[in-house]
Each structure stands twice: as C-alpha cells, then as structure tokens.
C-alpha cells in the first residue's frame, strides 16, 4: 500500500539553495507538484501502467494535472474498499467460498476453493496490492480442484469466476503456476460437454468425471452454453490444446444452424439436440453473457472470427428492434423480456451490463453508419436509464428489477416518428439527460424488486461508457455509486447486500457476493484511474470482468482447430 502521504514530506520545503523567493517558490511548486503525480498511486503501483507521461508535461496542463490527481485519489479511495472488504473475507472465511459479514461466518456456494480469493486475484493485481497477490498465488498453487463425491461444480459459474480469474491472473503477472492451475480445471470440467448435442451439462463433479442437471433440467440455458467460448478458446491458445476450442466452438457452430428469427436466442435449450425449448427473450438473467460473448470471442480473437461477429450485428439489431422500449413520461430507454411474443416491460439489473456492451461494439467495430448511429444511441440512453433507477433511490444504489408502465412504446417506433418528423431537437428519444425523480408515482417504474446485491453491471457500462465518449458524467456518476456503496452497504466486516435501495437507513443482509471484489470494485478502480491500464483494442474483458489479452490465431492453430475465417 502506498497512500497518499505528499503533503507530509518536509524535504523540499526545507532546501536552501535558491536565493530569490518568487523563484524558489515557482521551483518548489513544480517538485510538488511533480511528486504528487509521481506519487499517485495508479503509476506507483500499477504494475502495468507505462509510465511514459512526464511530470513535466503535466505541469503544463494543471487543470489536467488537478483531475489526474483528484481521479487517481478516488481510485486510491477504491483500493482502500478492496482491502476493506478482502481483509475482512481473510479473517473470517479465509480458504471458503464467500464470507457471511454480518455473522462474522462464512459458506461454501462455489466448490469450496475459496473464490473471493481466485475471482479477485487480478483485482488485486491491478491495484498494485503485491503482498496479498503473492499470497493468493501460494494458495491457489496448492489447489487441486477436487470436490467431495455427492457435490458437482456448477460449470457456468466455474468457468467464468475461477477459470477465468486464473487465465486472467496469470495473464497480468505471468505466474506460471496459475496456467496450470487453470489448465487442471479446464481439464477437468471438459465432462460437462459430453451430452448429445455438446451444449455443457449444469455440473461437473470433478474428482469423478460424473455430471448432473441443474435446476433447469434437461434445458440448457442461452447464457450457460456461449458464455465458456472467451475462457476456453483463450485456454486453448495459451495451453497449444485442440480439445478446448474444438468443444466450445462445435457449440458455436449449433447456435450459429438455430433456427432463430431476428437473431434473438430463447432462453432454455434442448442439451439432447439442441432444440429451443420456450419462447422468452431476454438479455437479462438465462441470456446476458451469451449475447455478450458473440461480440467479444470476435474480439479476443483478434478479430479472426467473422461468424461471431456477424451473429452478433444480426442479435443486437434483433434486440435493439425487439425488446428496446421507452416509457411515456420520462422517456426513459430500456430493455424488456418479451415472452410468447409479448413484452413484460421490464427492466433487471442484470440487463444494465448491455448499454457497456452496445458502445463496446460500436467504439471497436467498423459499423454502418446507421448501425453506428442507432447502436451508440441504444448505448448512451440505455446506460442514462440504469443510472436514473439509482439516482431516483432514497440511497442512491439500484434496484435489482423494475416494472416500467405498460404504456410503454417500442422504441424503434417511437425512433421512426422522430425521424419522419425531422429529427427535432436533434437528439433523439430515449437519449436525453434525465433528472432524479425521488416521487415513486411519477418514475414511470415501480420497484419489482428492492434489493441491491452488490451487483456490478450498471458500473461496467459506466467504465465503458467513459471509455468510449470520454464524457466525465459517466465517472462523476461512478463515484456518486460509490459513495452510496460506501455509506450504506458498508459494514465492520466488509460489505454487505441491502433489502430495500429505497429505504434510508438501508438495512443489510448477511451476504458479500465474490463479483463485489471481482468486478465492482474492480470497474470502479479502473474507471478513476488516470492510466488506462487495459485499452479496449488489447483487452477483453471475460464476463465476471476478468481482462484477457487480445491474441490472433497463428497459421498452425488455424489448421489445429480448423478455425475457417
Ligand atoms: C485436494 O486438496 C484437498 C484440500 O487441500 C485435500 O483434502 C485432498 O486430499 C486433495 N485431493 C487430492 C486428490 O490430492
Ligand atoms: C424455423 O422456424 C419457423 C418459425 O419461426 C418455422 O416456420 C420453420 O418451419 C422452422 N424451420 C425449420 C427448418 O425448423
């Protein structure tokens, strides 16, 4: 840890060697303020960071330099939360799963291999927190990814928390005993696909190989099947074997035959031939990832997929044309569940990740124009919509659900009569700046379900968001979250979920959820740190927000994998 101590440093106030004292003070100004920068935690301590402004030519720009410094100490202020919340998981629940903060206990929901540890690793990383990485390592060295004869690890949530925090931790330090450690487990997970249609089982137990359905059944669900593609194809590049992209892409290939309209996948599947098995779209729980991991198994492969990019332009023009509405008063956007072909006119929390994921897309791939203009749009009135749903709370933080008014309109509708119409005010509905609504009758939402979970997809869209317009809202907004986190879901040891966002003071429940340390705090740090440490044509970010280096496919693996571009 490297705080913030400059303004303690006597030394260069006390030098003598300068005569004049306008001179003196000018030079001395420049040594502080070149030290401050020095200082700022994000160059001290990002092991990544490069490095390469020099103080001097920040100097020459102080408006600049008085943000850097005010960003890297709200970064620093995020690091803090993180050992805060960490330490705490280490007192108590160290070597399990998650810690329960307010009994001081702790449970086991993931395997048991302790994974606020492994799902964090890269976060601490990251932010520089050396000694408690280096311990990480010695411990996640010694894991051999076993699991007691009754109990099967649950595949989805497996490979995107810990496969994916090992080939991320590994990929930011090098550690070669994390690749191993990733390669044992992806091994040993592979049973999952071994059903007749190669969509993964729920489970996997992994001492034995044996596997079991989950609460869905027979179904598989949209996001469970194509959200393993960025871990295993990266594993497989990384590891030379054949077997990981082979299984993960024959799931590809089924999803790619579907007989689906508009580009939109139902949310349950048939794991015995690959048939669809209900009529409910969604890009909320059962669906998210799986839409997200079209656009960014494109990405991660340096672009050398063309088939998932263009699934995934033909699903998100599905979806921006299908479940994109907006409300009659406020104008708010969002994304609705449509079942049996009728809208719910809902919004979850779980969906508030898509408007991160539309400007990701429209920032990194080349667009028609008129995709570019409309998915940009969807972006930014989407991410005002997430936003609005915490501000409009008695704590600022957002609800897991909402019910929008079923007055609602389809907004590609409502978008043809603005632009039939001229396009009047220039900006387009759905798009504009709203303010915070504190009365509920007049939100054009009620509350479907009050609780907040620590959840981190409305800050991800925040982090692309500014990553892609550059616009400081996305970051003043960022930290406007934070400071509710920090007031009401705060507790002695560590963080905690709260039953009502509504509701001041907001009463707790005894949860800290391990994508609290993984991708919340982790979107938070890095959309206050100065140094863009993952820039958005090097890295993609797994969805539990582990970054991945973009790689290409060499010429062998190309043949290895019969990878056909
Ligand atoms: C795996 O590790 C656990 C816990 O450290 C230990 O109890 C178990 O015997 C090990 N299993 C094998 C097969 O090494
Ligand atoms: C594809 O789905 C449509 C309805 O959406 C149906 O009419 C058609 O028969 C299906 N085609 C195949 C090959 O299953």
Not at 444 to 453: Q, T
């Amino acid at each position: 840890m490297l705080p913030l101590h400059i303004q303690e440093d006597p030394k260069p106030v006390r030098r003598r060697w300068l005569g004049r004292p306008l001179a003196r003070w000018i030079v001395l100004g420049l040594i502080l303020i070149a030290a401050l920068w020095l200082l700022a935690p994000v160059h001290l301590t990002s092991p990544i960071s490069p490095l390469q402004d020099e103080p001097t030519t920040a100097t020459l720009r102080p408006p600049v330099l008085d943000n850097a410094l005010l960003w890297n100490q709200r970064a620093s202020r995020v690091r803090d939360s993180y050992l805060h919340g960490y330490n705490e998981y280490l007192k108590y629940a160290s070597s399990h799963d998650e810690i329960l903060p307010l009994s001081e206990g702790w449970k086991d929901n993931f395997n048991g291999w302790g994974v606020s540890m492994i799902d964090s690793m890269d976060t601490m990383w990251i932010m520089g927190l050396r000694d408690e990485f280096d311990t990480a390592v010695r411990v996640a060295s010694q894991q051999n990814f076993t699991i007691v004869s009754s109990t099967y690890a649950p595949f989805f949530e497996t490979v995107i928390r810990y496969l994916g925090g090992l080939l991320s931790a590994h990929a930011l330090s090098g550690e070669a005993t994390l690749l191993d450690r990733a390669n044992d487990l992806g091994n040993r997970m592979l049973p999952a696909f071994d059903t007749p249609s190669g969509l993964p089982r729920f489970s996997v137990n992994t001492a034995t190989g044996q596997t079991a359905l989950g609460w869905t059944g027979n179904a598989v669900l949209f996001s469970e099947a194509t959200s393993c593609q960025v871990e295993y194809k990266y594993l497989a590049h990384v590891t030379g074997r054949a077997e990981y992209y082979n299984k993960v892409e024959k799931i590809m290939k089924t999803m790619y035959s579907a007989n689906v309209s508009n580009g939109l996948f139902t949310t349950r599947w048939d794991a015995a031939d690959a048939s669809p098995m209900n009529n409910h779209f969604s890009v909320g729980a059962s669906a998210d990832s799986g839409y997200e991991y079209l656009l960014k198994q494109y990405l991660i492969s340096g672009k050398t997929e063309p088939r998932a990019k263009d699934q995934y332009l033909e699903s998100i023009n599905g979806i921006i044309d299908q479940l994109l509405y907006i409300s009659p008063r406020r104008q708010l956007l969002y994304v609705t569940d449509v079942v049996s072909g009728r809208p719910v006119y809902d919004l979850q929390h779980l969906s508030c990740f898509l408007p991160g994921l539309l400007a990701l897309g429209a920032h990194t791939l080349a667009l028609a124009p008129r995709d570019k203009e409309r998915h940009t749009w969807a972006a930014e009135g989407l991410a005002q919509t997430c936003w609005v749903t915490y501000a409009d709370q008695a704590t600022g933080l957002g609800p897991d659900g909402v019910q929008f008014d079923d007055q609602s309109r389809r907004w590609v509708d409502v978008l043809a009569e603005w632009e039939g119409g001229g396009r009047k005010g220039g900006v387009p509905p759905g798009v504009a700046d709203v303010p915070a609504e504190r009365a509920a009758e007049r939100r054009d939402y009620r509350v479907s379900s009050s609780v907040y979970l620590l959840r981190p997809e409305t800050i991800e869209s925040m982090y692309l968001m500014w990553k892609t317009t550059g616009d400081v809202c996305w970051r003043e907004r960022g930290w406007a979250v934070y400071e509710a986190l920090e007031k009401h879901t705060r507790v002695e040891h560590g963080y905690a979920i709260i039953r009502n966002v509504d509701q001041v003071p907001a009463e707790t429940s005894d949860d800290m959820p391990s994508f609290f340390l993984a991708e919340t705090l982790k979107y938070l740090y890095l959309l206050f740190a100065e140094t863009d440490i993952f820039p958005l044509d090097k890295w993609v970010f797994n969805t539990e927000a582990h970054p991945l280096p973009i790689f290409t496919w060499s010429r062998e693996e190309q043949e290895l994998y019969k990878i056909t571009s």
